[in-house]
T-cell receptor
């Protein structure tokens, strides 16, 4: 059953802690993305990766870090430097975004306590 | 800043009516996509239209693209209560990097 998965669905973090959000896909897509969505808002791009071992900052990368060691996995770490991390985080993948659509995971809702 | 801007921000219609949402963007694009999001869920792709295409259909969905006006529209015909969701346009262009930019979305509410 092909698709893109995110875990956990809900995550609670204390101020000052780093947390890592998981994103895995078995679609054999080269490109992967992380977006942040705030209530009633659109999606803002955090980081994206076009290929393994390569990634670029999006529009709101400060306070976040990523790695792309495997084609299937693109974990996002929300660091303590991110001052307002409470949001809905969406991961997506695509064969080639210049030609094809993105496939989205179900999202992770992060809340800072 | 966001590439795509949807209009209206919110739309409320009766079941059976048509719903039209518009999207404007600022720079040259390779393609424009429309996505749907149910509350608290991931986005689902609806239609992708390439810059050399003017109109595409998929079931009850019709998308138009006018590159001279840098705008697109999504028409949902004979709407159903199950169409209630947020709809986002997204544009891909290489001028700002190899990335897709999403608008703020139109929230559609279809009353039964």
């Amino acid at each position: 059953d092909g698709g893109i998965t995110q875990s956990p669905k809900y995550l609670f973090r204390k101020e000052g802690q780093n947390v890592t959000l998981s994103c895995e896909q078995n679609l054999n897509h080269d490109a992967m993305y992380w977006y942040r969505q705030d209530p009633g808002q659109g999606l803002r791009l955090i980081y994206y990766s076009q290929i393994v071992n390569d990634f670029q900052k999006g529009d709101i990368a400060e306070g976040y870090s990523v790695s792309r060691e495997k084609k299937e996995s693109f974990p996002l770490t929300v660091t303590s430097a991110q001052k307002n991390p409470t949001a809905f985080y969406l991961c997506a993948s695509s064969i080639d975004p210049s030609v094809y659509e993105q496939f989205f995971g179900p999202g992770t809702r992060l809340t800072v306590l | 800043s966001q590439q795509g801007e949807e209009d209206p921000q919110a739309l409320s219609i009766q079941e059976g009516e048509n719903a039209t949402m518009n999207c404007s963007y600022k720079t040259s694009i390779n393609n424009l996509q429309w996505y749907r999001q149910n509350s608290g869920r991931g986005l689902v792709h609806l239609i992708l239209i390439r810059s050399n295409e003017r109109e595409k259909h998929s079931g009850r969905l019709r998308v138009t693209l006018d590159t001279s006006k840098k705008s697109s529209s999504l028409l949902i015909t004979a709407s159903r209560a199950a169409d209630t969701a947020s709809y986002f346009c997204a544009t891909f262009g290489t001028s700002g990097g190899f990335k897709t930019i999403f608008g703020a979305g139109t929230r559609l509410f279809v009353k039964a």
